[in-house]
């Protein structure tokens, strides 16, 4: 049946499935596996740590290279305490939380009734699911605990663990890591402590006059940042989906006042076309516009990805005004103001000082690694009644791929490994190559398809009279015959 696959089971199945072969192939390991893992931290292994990079480097060069008009930075984690203040982290970054009082686990409300709703549509309540989640919006919209209390009590939603609807009442919780700073201070002094930082993007806001000035930057520009974020998220349990430790990918672009809602309009495309640019499909994606919007923004949406579990945010794009450099200059005392001397048509004169205001563009590195290894894994049934056979395959688009091109020789004598190896040699300093000799050829390739290298080629005695290899294409499976010194570039195409 067509459809099949689309079924929540299925598609709980498969989410599974991606899960055990990221595991068994390299990509992510749970974090100190040996000590049973840290929960909702992972660590990425010998080719997940290629792909997770391939990924970033695609942003990172699309955003930096490709724009006259944003630069990157690299900040530190640790920022000045203050900063958080400024932000407005310490008093508003918090979710609303609930506990159950015999499992003694504690949800966030709006993810416990989400995953009510999920259980719902999945047996064909669409409509109470649907009606569920609009109350929910409503009531998250005021800060209506209690009415969302009762949201949960109507519904009689029941904690997964204990079975029970014995519920405390909705407190909020803040989702910052702390630490104390230098060797002679206690913890709880709250003058020394400071923050695993939240989202990056605090570091861009006050770095903003040091890059202007000494980039000379001229409004509108942005600036870029990859690394890492912390948030001590209560329900963690969704593989790197949502993770304590995990990676973003954000760009803070810099306007003149008054035009946020053109260049908001202008990165929500932006940033859905470079998704397609990666090769991901269209109808996989979908905005979602922020009921409620966060302290800093006067606009808000997210892009959505239909993940195995589900459409789900990937990235966010938000109009954050003036908001956060505003702080900035309130808290440090620093002037934080651009002169424009564009000429403003109306009044015939410079536009003048003004802070800036903010379009910001952030998606998860980790979100986006899921999406792209979710999309690209395929599951094939290639058998007849007489010869069963299957394989796993991951599609990836070749410039994503952790490993570019396979060689193998055929055998391991005769002078094959020695050519096999020269065609590593000659390609190796422009892309990621992999030399394998074990198995059987049919073997050799599974593993490649199962890791997702887009070709393998395999070298034989034909190789050493007329230089030829057979290249195998790893989508259609197809073989041809090629010249080696053909090789390098018919990869260099592919992943250009
Ligand atoms: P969510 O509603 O899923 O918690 P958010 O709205 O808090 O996400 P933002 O603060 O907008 O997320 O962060 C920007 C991006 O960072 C998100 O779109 C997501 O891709 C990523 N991100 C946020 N939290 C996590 C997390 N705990 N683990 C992995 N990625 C995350």
Redesign the pocket.
């Known amino acids: 049946m067509a459809n099949d696959s689309n079924k929540p089971a299925s598609r709980q199945a498969r989410f599974q499935a991606i899960i055990s072969h990221c595991k068994e192939y390299g990509f992510i390991f749970p974090s100190s596996e040996i000590y049973d893992g840290l929960q909702?931290v992972y660590d990425y292994g010998q080719w997940g740590s290629e792909l997770k990079k391939n990924i970033k480097d695609y942003w990172w060069k699309s955003m930096t290279q490709l724009h006259d008009n944003i630069v990157g930075i690299d900040a530190a984690i640790f920022m000045h305490p203050t900063t958080w203040k400024a932000s407005g982290h310490v008093d508003n970054f918090n979710?609303p939380m609930i506990d159950n009082k015999d499992s003694k686990k504690r949800y966030r409300v709006?993810h416990l009734i989400e995953g009510f709703a999920d259980e719902q549509s999945a047996t064909g309540n669409e409509q109470l699911a649907k009606d569920v989640l609009a109350s929910m919006d409503a009531l998250i919209a005021k800060d209506d605990f209690a009415g969302l209390k009762k949201l949960i009590e109507d519904n009689k939603i029941k904690c997964p663990i204990s079975g029970t609807s014995n519920w405390t009442d909705i407190r909020q919780f803040n989702l910052m890591f702390s630490t104390e700073f230098g060797s002679t201070v206690s913890a709880d002094d709250e003058n020394n402590k400071v923050y695993l930082r939240?989202?990056t993007a605090q570091g861009i806001f006050v770095n903003f006059l040091n890059v202007q000035k000494t980039g000379r930057m001229r409004i509108p520009f942005g600036i870029a940042q990859i690394g890492k974020?912390f948030?001590n998220?209560i329900v963690?349990r969704q593989f790197?989906?949502?993770?304590?430790e995990?990676?973003?990918m954000?760009m803070q672009f810099f306007i003149r006042p008054g035009t946020q809602k053109e260049w908001y309009e202008k990165w929500k495309v932006t940033r859905l076309e470079w998704h397609k640019s990666l090769d991901m499909p269209a109808e996989k994606y979908r905005y979602h516009d922020h009921v409620k919007l966060?302290h800093y923004a006067d606009a808000?949406c997210?892009?959505e990805f239909e993940f195995p579990i589900g459409f789900?945010?990937?990235?966010?794009i938000?109009s954050r005004t003036d908001f956060d450099l505003k702080q900035h200059q309130e808290y440090s005392k620093k002037k934080m103001q651009y002169f424009d001397n564009d000429v403003d048509p109306a009044t015939g004169k410079p536009y003048g000082n003004y802070i800036p205001y903010v379009i910001e563009t952030?998606?998860?590195?980790?979100?986006?690694f899921l999406a792209v290894m979710s999309q690209a894994y395929e599951e094939q049934d290639l058998g007849t009644p007489e010869k069963p056979d299957s394989r796993v395959v991951l599609k990836f688009q070749p410039k994503l791929a952790p490993i570019k091109l396979a060689v193998f020789p055929l055998i391991k004598r005769d002078g094959l490994p020695e050519i096999a190896k020269q065609i590593i040699d000659d390609c190796r300093s422009s892309f990621r190559c992999f030399y394998e000799e074990k198995d059987a050829i049919g073997k050799r390739y599974r593993r490649m398809d199962a890791l997702g290298t887009p070709f393998c080629v395999t070298v034989d005695h034909q190789s050493k009279e007329d230089n030829t290899v057979t290249i195998r294409h790893r989508d259609s499976m197809e073989q041809e015959r090629v010249a080696i010194n053909k090789l390098k570039e018919i990869v260099l195409n592919a992943i250009g």
């Open positions: 909702a979710d709006d939240p989202e974020a948030r998220e963690a790197i989906f949502r993770m304590r995990f990676e973003q954000e966060a808000a997210d892009i789900k945010e990937l990235e966010g938000h952030s998606i998860g590195l980790d979100r986006m």
